[in-house]
């Protein structure tokens, strides 16, 4: 070519016509990099996961080292898989040196850190959000991780989408492995690079502008991807028409008929780090409770409800007691003050938490069914579970536990930041799980919910346990102690 003019006037004829060697080269360049993302996935994906949970010696230099490879050089990758291809290196005998298959591999060498790297952090923040609650449903830790993966698909595809450029726009790697053979290896960044080199600038400038259009759509498709996700966030979906709950119970369960101890909690004491969150906690929760604990922010109240429930560890005892005369131990649920929920519909939130309790298959629709016929989201089953309201969120979460069939049930604050009307919805239904037998321990700001729910109340404050009676005698029985009456006083002014 002797001007720049020409140039461009054939590239755009051999695209325009789709010229045959074009086509080839393009489609080869697509197979192959679209081949090493699945296989860098596989392997990437599961690396990334596993390294976001694992606790094993040298779990940090492996973290290094993972981010240390996302800055490989395209050739360094090259030069190594051709050490192990050649005919001297250990895989000689594969016979696959100079072959798209080596282009493969050397590809997937060069991405699957950038996923690993990448997933990780993904599954961390999506832990750092949901994994106690699933810890909570029975999940293991890597069972949880790779649920993350699941709940945060878009996500996942970014990664994936730019993995896929990283492989696609890479020159070193396939040059030095594949050889740069005419009709076997050939692909579009070595074609640029050769027919650059030799002046012939036709068929390099139409097989950029194609690399160009590709990396342009998988970041057109990345963006894309990040605004699907943004409208899915909580919240968009309109509410529908809320469906009614069951029928009120009037008050909570008469425990005097059940008053065998379920759980006995002796002296346990929480630490995060030099800080201690719980001090020196005891009670004794029996069958038919209704234990609701009140106490300022910040006054131990999350903390021993999940200590009680056992996804927190502690120091001291706390052990849960054979029912009678069933003879077994008694099953425990826990729905948070905001439940994490999946990505996924109303229906498939429910049944993970089955699956993930080890409910048998056979079990699972039923019980979903049931659950949610409970909480009056049945007519949502299929409707994602992120679009609901905030009540119906919290009415879900209830759902998960319940459809665990729990004989303990710890609530966290199930009705904070809700409206009067959903408010009074999550009370019902609370007050219908009591009158079904399950025993509750709760916790609340609201002290008139207390009144109306509770059989006992317990008041916590700067991590101590400092007084529990039955609810007639902490509201108008003897004097509380000084802490627990100004906390009253200040909640209750008419008082």
């Known amino acids: 070519m002797h001007t720049m003019t020409d140039s461009w006037a054939l590239a755009w004829q051999l695209v325009a016509q789709a010229d045959p060697e074009l086509l080839g080269i393009t489609a080869l360049s697509l197979r192959v990099s679209a081949t090493a993302t699945a296989v860098g996935a596989v392997a990437g994906l599961l690396l990334g996961t596993w390294l976001a949970v694992a606790r094993v010696p040298g779990h940090a230099l492996l973290v290094w080292l993972v981010n240390t490879l996302l800055a490989l050089p395209a050739v360094v990758v090259g030069l190594l898989v051709y050490l192990l291809l050649s005919r001297s290196g250990p895989l000689g005998e594969l016979g696959i040196l100079f072959t798209p298959t080596a282009m493969v591999v050397a590809q997937s060498v060069l991405v699957t850190p950038l996923i690993a790297a990448l997933s990780r952090r993904l599954v ?54 594949g050889g740069n053979i005419a009709g076997v290896t050939r692909v579009m960044t070595t074609t640029i690079a050769l027919e ?48 009614p709950p069951p029928p009120a119970v009037d008050g909570p369960a008469a425990p005097a008929a059940q008053a065998t101890p379920v759980l006995v909690a002796e002296h346990i ?22 234990l609701v604990l009140v106490g300022a922010n910040a006054s131990g109240k999350t903390t021993l409800l999940q200590a009680l429930h056992g996804v927190l ?52 629709h039923a019980r979903c069914h049931g659950a949610l016929a409970r909480v009056g989201l049945l007519a949502e089953a299929h409707r994602p579970a992120r679009a609901l309201s905030g009540g119906q969120q919290q ?74 009676r039955p609810v007639a005698q902490f ?21």
């Open 269 to 290: 004491s929480v630490r995060y780090g030099q800080v201690v969150a719980l001090r020196e906690a005891s009670l004794t929760l029996r069958r038919g409770d209704c």
């Open 313 to 364: 560890p502690c120091a001291g005892r706390c052990e849960r007691l054979a029912l009678q005369p069933e003879g077994r131990l008694p099953r425990a649920a826990m729905v948070f003050q905001r439940p994490f929920l999946l990505r996924l519909s109303v229906w498939r939130n429910v049944w993970i938490g089955l699956w993930l309790a080890g409910v048998p298959a056979a079990e699972r």
């Open 395 to 468: 009415r879900l979460g209830l759902a998960r536990a319940w459809s665990l069939q729990p004989d303990i049930l710890f609530l966290d604050e199930p009705t904070a930041s809700l409206d009067p009307g959903a408010q009074r919805e999550i009370e019902t239904l609370v007050q219908a799980l009591a009158a079904g037998g399950v025993t509750l321990v709760m916790s609340t700001h609201n002290l008139g919910q207390a009144r109306r729910l509770a059989t006992r109340v317990a008041y916590l404050q700067g991590g101590r346990l400092v007084v529990e």
């Open 475 to 495: 509201f108008d029985g003897e004097p509380l102690p000084p802490d627990a009456a100004r906390f009253l006083l200040g909640e209750l002014g008419w008082r």
């Open 196 to 243: 650059t080199s030799k002046g012939d600038l036709g068929l390099a400038l139409a097989l950029g502008c194609v690399l160009l259009a590709v990396v342009g759509a998988v970041n057109g498709a990345i963006g894309l991807l990040q605004w699907l996700g943004s409208r899915a966030a909580p919240g968009i979906a309109p509410a529908p028409t809320p469906t």
């Open 124 to 177: 961390l923040a999506a832990l750092a959000e949901g994994g106690e609650q699933l810890r909570s449903l029975g999940a293991r830790p890597f069972t949880a991780a790779l649920l993350m993966l699941v709940h945060d698909r878009v996500g996942v595809a970014t990664v994936l989408l730019t993995a896929f450029a990283r492989a696609i726009a890479e020159v070193g790697a396939v040059m030095i492995v």
